[in-house]
């Protein structure tokens, strides 16, 4: 049974900043892809960013220079920066994991945390 648990969410202002933190847990080979989604009310759920497995990352233009995703492999952790947050921002925040177990590659969701900017 594979888990993955994030934290570190919650009620910040505009101008502030916030590190969540994504721990993945169960029975798997490795980890591949990491990443961060979040989902606004009313809205679909978007990319934020990744990080392989190797540490190259990608961000979608609206968090770049204010977002830095990271990885500690050998805690099965990703983790996710933000600073500089604003109102728009707010949404419930994703983690992501692309795990190798016995049948083969399968993509795995965390439950979310929310974070809401707001003064």
């Known amino acids: 049974q594979v888990q993955l648990v994030e934290s570190g969410g919650g009620l910040v202002q505009p101008g502030g900043s916030l590190r969540l933190s994504c721990v993945v847990s169960g029975t798997f080979f490795n980890i591949n892809i990491m990443g961060w989604y979040r989902q606004a009310p009313g809205k679909q759920r978007e990319l934020v960013a990744t990080i392989s497995r190797g540490g190259s990352t990608n961000y979608v233009d609206f968090v770049k220079g204010r977002f830095t995703i990271s990885r500690d492999n050998t805690k099965n952790t990703v983790y996710l920066q933000m600073n500089s947050l604003k109102p728009e921002d707010t949404a419930v925040y994703y983690c992501?994991?692309?795990?190798?177990?016995?049948?083969?590659?399968?993509?795995?969701w965390g439950q979310g945390t929310q974070v809401t900017v707001s003064s």
């Open positions: 992501n994991a692309d795990l190798r177990i016995e049948l083969g590659n399968v993509d795995y």
